[in-house]
């Protein structure tokens, strides 16, 4: 039986400027067929050879942020965000479409992000899909957009830990605040060295006394030492009543 091309692909250009389809948009193949496009195909190449648009497989874009951290951040009639460059816009976005969010025409973000036309002054309206400058958004708040690797910038606040204290997650490391930053004890390094911004934001921390470890094996060794100390008790209590029955017998036979 004849193979036949299946799954997702994107469209992330043109060989044909009078091509019908739109760059960024996703097609599903099921047995060689997909919607908006004429033909049966059996691979990628043959797709990409006969259709006047360029096709790559499409990747679900994995979350950085929860939705509702995204949503609070980045999505509101009132919050335009400001991407600086065209690799953040492209980032921006990508996220912006894992979580659902689609330009407001129903296109995908994902291939399409626009920044060319007003390139650093851009900004971006996720709550109705649109594009445009601060003229376009007037009353909004503008947010810029960072980036997920900027975790050097993460400051102990974020995570609401105090400073000068000590905590354990949930692997048992345990990290003193110093400063503004957050340093491993366990492994020896700044916590922005070891995990990226994303990573700690899911971490759970525990506060914990410093000598905690030493406190509870100091309370162990006492438990231990209390426990030989009573069995020490009991036996000297015997040996007494031993001694006590020979005292007894001896002042007995002296008569």
């Not at 990226?196 to 934001?201: A, D, G, I, V």
Request: aromatic share 12%; charged share 30%.
């Amino acid at each position: 039986m004849e193979k036949l091309l299946s799954g997702k692909f994107v469209v992330v250009g043109f060989k044909d400027a009078c091509s019908s389809l739109k760059k960024g948009s996703i097609h599903t193949f099921i047995n060689g067929i997909a919607d908006e496009i004429n033909g049966t195909f059996g691979s990628l190449e043959e797709l990409n050879r006969r259709c006047s648009a360029n096709f790559e497989p499409y990747k679900e874009p994995t979350p950085r942020m929860t939705k509702e951290e995204f949503d609070g951040k980045y999505v509101g009639e009132d919050i335009a965000v400001n991407c600086p460059t065209e690799e953040l816009a492209n980032e921006f976005l990508k996220e912006a479409d894992s979580h659902g969010y689609k330009w407001g025409t129903g296109d995908s973000y994902f291939g399409e992000n626009n920044w060319d036309y007003y390139k650093e002054k851009t900004l971006y309206g996720i709550f109705r899909g649109r594009y445009g400058t601060k003229f376009g958004f007037k009353g909004c708040n503008t947010v810029e957009f960072k980036g997920f690797e900027s975790n050097k910038t993460l400051s102990i606040t974020e995570l609401k830990l105090e400073k000068g204290k000590f905590y354990k997650d949930e692997e048992g490391y345990i990290y003193k605040t110093t400063g503004y930053d957050l340093k491993c004890e366990t492994e020896h390094q700044l916590i922005t060295d070891l995990l990226t911004l994303e990573q700690l934001r899911y971490k759970k921390f525990t506060e914990v006394n410093p000598n905690q470890e030493r406190i509870d094996q100091l309370k162990e060794l006492i438990k231990e030492r209390n426990v030989a100390l009573r069995q020490i008790g009991e036996q000297a209590e015997e040996q007494m009543h031993l001694i006590s029955g020979y005292e007894a017998e001896l002042k007995e036979l002296e008569g």
